[in-house]
């Protein structure tokens, strides 16, 4: 019984459970904006890409 009751009283493991849900929720924010990040970033780059593509086009056509 002694052992019973120095295990609901050992508040280690309910720090690291705690430590553990805490470390799930930043994961999971972090997740969630580098989500949201990532297609505005694939959208800016592809705005890039396509200017880039018209400029180089417009060189070549130019240079004949």
Do not use: C, H, P, W
Request: no cysteine; net charge negative; aromatic share 4%.
């Amino acid at each position: 019984m002694k052992e019973i009751r120095s295990l609901i009283k050992n508040e280690k493991g309910a720090t690291l459970v705690e430590y553990g849900l805490i470390v799930s929720v930043i994961a999971l924010a972090i997740t969630g904006v580098l989500l949201s990040f990532g297609n505005t970033v694939d959208g800016t780059l592809d705005t890039v890409s396509t200017s880039i593509d018209s400029v180089q086009q417009e060189g070549e056509q130019g240079g004949e």
